[in-house]
């Protein structure tokens, strides 16, 4: 497509380009989009701060809806499949997750019951796993990673196989329940030991560097962090880029090399901007928070958290939310806003309560013991410290269990 439309957002633009032609381009433009407005940009100062316009996504949304009408009149069956395939995996990278779960939905339905189709049906399947994982929908995401994995099987696609293990994994480790996640990861890579995927092997490092810094293996994770940065810098997988370096900060901010942490966090955003990727948006900003907590910048912490809460609920991203609570509750325990603190920090444990996240409930119990220690209110202190202090035994993370116990002899 050489010519250009204004009005046209950049994802739509890249699919009219690889799918159609310019005469079916103008067609589009002419006949779809011509009611369509530029949209004003309120607020230059802030989107140049944090590198993200959540408005853009409604007309990306409007865009490809008229897109896939478009299409299905105009493409054959396979090339059909193949847009919507295209649009599925960009839709899921840019956050527009309700389009993600139409279009997949509609992917599974268009091949479920054709043999030569089957493959397709279980990577959208895979897919809506993906998605309602990354809203914390346990339960939904089982269940379509259960019909991913059977319709691998019956394909022989070991692939598809290792990349529901290693979400499931992914599952029981944003769960808390390290020891499940790392049965997954493990069996991953048991299914790739004959298979030269070296960006889904560096997929599944990430996870394994991830329970290593949680379990305070800074080293190790930092080695499995830095594998896989190798492989998806090799491959150009920017997405993955941004994934990884976010991972690195947060082994640096574990270990209070706060400097290093923000220099991570920074390459990521930078990353995840080239394409789009707003899960890595608010996530980042969220890191960026905490670590201008432990530098008392409560200024900076707020403005990161309240972007990243944005985010969070554009992508009815719960863990993020309830996490985006608890930095909140940090901020204001700091400005001893303790009842302001107190509300905040139950929320976030109500809210992982509710998603069954152990380890952000016991981190969200450490703060809360600190809270209360700081109001004078011992018995209540040593409950959250309690209990938290239960957790990190369970998953022997040997820090967290020293100053925990440290600070309960006080």
Same mark, same amino acid.
């Given at each position: 497509?050489?010519?250009?439309?204004?009005?046209?957002?950049?994802?739509?633009?890249?699919?009219?380009?690889?799918?159609?032609?310019?005469?079916?381009?103008?067609?589009?433009?002419?006949?779809?989009?011509?009611?369509?407005?530029?949209?004003?940009?309120?607020?230059?100062?802030?989107?140049?701060?944090?590198?993200?316009?959540?408005?853009?996504?409604?007309?990306?949304?409007?865009?490809?809806?008229?897109?896939?009408?478009?299409?299905?009149?105009?493409?054959?069956?396979?090339?059909?499949?193949?847009?919507?395939?295209?649009?599925?995996?960009?839709?899921?990278?840019?956050?527009?997750?309700?389009?993600?779960?139409?279009?997949?939905?509609?992917?599974?339905?268009?091949?479920?019951?054709?043999?030569?189709?089957?493959?397709?049906?279980?990577?959208?399947?895979?897919?809506?796993?993906?998605?309602?994982?990354?809203?914390?929908?346990?339960?939904?995401?089982?269940?379509?990673?259960?019909?991913?994995?059977?319709?691998?099987?019956?394909?022989?696609?070991?692939?598809?196989? @290792? +990349?529901?293990?290693?979400? *499931? /994994?992914?599952?029981?480790?944003? =769960?808390? $329940?390290?020891?499940? !996640?790392?049965?997954? &990861?493990?069996?991953?890579?048991?299914?790739?030991?004959?298979?030269?995927?070296?960006?889904?092997?560096?997929?599944?490092?990430?996870?394994?560097?991830?329970?290593?810094?949680?379990?305070?293996?800074?080293?190790?994770?930092?080695?499995?962090?830095?594998?896989?940065?190798?492989?998806?810098?090799?491959?150009?997988?920017?997405?993955?880029? @941004? +994934?990884?370096?976010?991972? *690195? /900060?947060?082994?640096?901010?574990? =270990?209070? $090399?706060?400097?290093? !942490?923000?220099?991570? &966090?920074?390459?990521?955003?930078?990353?995840?901007?080239?394409?789009?990727?707003?899960?890595?948006?608010?996530?980042?900003?969220?890191?960026?928070?905490?670590?201008?907590?432990?530098?008392?910048?409560?200024?900076?912490?707020?403005?990161?958290?309240?972007?990243?809460?944005?985010?969070?609920?554009?992508?009815?991203?719960?863990?993020?939310? @309830? +996490?985006?609570?608890?930095?909140? /509750?940090?901020?204001?325990?700091? =400005?001893?806003?303790?009842?302001? !603190?107190?509300?905040?920090?139950?929320?976030?444990?109500?809210?992982?309560?509710?998603?069954?996240?152990?380890?952000?409930?016991?981190?969200?119990?450490?703060?809360?013991?600190?809270?209360?220690?700081?109001?004078?209110?011992?018995?209540?202190?040593?409950?959250?410290?309690?209990?938290?202090?239960?957790?990190?035994?369970?998953?022997?993370?040997?820090?967290?269990?020293? +100053?925990?116990?440290?600070?309960?002899?006080?």
């Amino acid at each position: 497509m050489s010519k250009n439309y204004p009005n046209i957002e950049p994802l739509v633009e890249e699919v009219i380009k690889n799918f159609f032609t310019e005469v079916e381009a103008e067609e589009f433009n002419s006949n779809y989009l011509a009611a369509e407005q530029p949209q004003d940009v309120s607020d230059e100062k802030l989107k140049e701060k944090f590198d993200v316009d959540l408005q853009s996504g409604i007309k990306t949304r409007s865009q490809v809806d008229l897109l896939i009408t478009f299409a299905e009149n105009k493409l054959s069956k396979e090339k059909f499949i193949d847009l919507l395939l295209f649009v599925g995996q960009s839709t899921i990278t840019s956050g527009e997750y309700s389009t993600a779960l139409e279009i997949h939905e509609k992917l599974a339905h268009s091949s479920e019951d054709t043999p030569q189709m089957k493959n397709i049906a279980a990577n959208a399947f895979l897919r809506m796993g993906e998605v309602y994982s990354s809203q914390a929908k346990w339960e939904l995401s089982f269940n379509y990673l259960g019909k991913a994995d059977k319709l691998f099987l019956e394909e022989n696609d070991v692939k598809g196989n @290792a +990349e529901c293990e290693n979400l *499931m /994994g992914t599952i029981f480790g944003d =769960k808390g $329940e390290l020891q499940k !996640a790392v049965e997954h &990861f493990e069996k991953a890579l048991d299914v790739l030991v004959d298979n030269p995927d070296n960006v889904l092997k560096g997929k599944i490092e990430i996870n394994l560097g991830i329970i290593n810094n949680i379990q305070g293996k800074y080293d190790s994770a930092l080695s499995y962090f830095r594998r896989a940065l190798l492989n998806f810098e090799k491959a150009d997988d920017i997405r993955r880029v @941004a +994934e990884v370096r976010q991972d *690195m /900060g947060m082994v640096y901010t574990q =270990k209070k $090399e706060f400097r290093e !942490a923000l220099s991570e &966090f920074d390459l990521s955003l930078m990353a995840a901007k080239e394409v789009n990727y707003l899960q890595s948006f608010g996530i980042n900003y969220l890191s960026k928070a905490y670590v201008y907590t432990q530098l008392s910048d409560f200024d900076f912490a707020e403005a990161f958290a309240d972007k990243s809460m944005e985010v969070a609920y554009k992508l009815d991203d719960k863990l993020t939310i @309830a +996490e985006v609570y608890k930095i909140k /509750g940090i901020i204001q325990r700091n =400005k001893n806003k303790l009842a302001a !603190a107190e509300n905040y920090l139950l929320t976030s444990l109500r809210l992982n309560s509710e998603t069954g996240n152990k380890l952000n409930q016991a981190e969200t119990s450490y703060e809360l013991g600190i809270l209360y220690n700081m109001a004078d209110d011992k018995e209540k202190s040593n409950k959250y410290f309690a209990d938290a202090l239960d957790y990190y035994k369970m998953i022997e993370a040997e820090e967290e269990i020293r +100053e925990i116990e440290k600070l309960l002899k006080k």
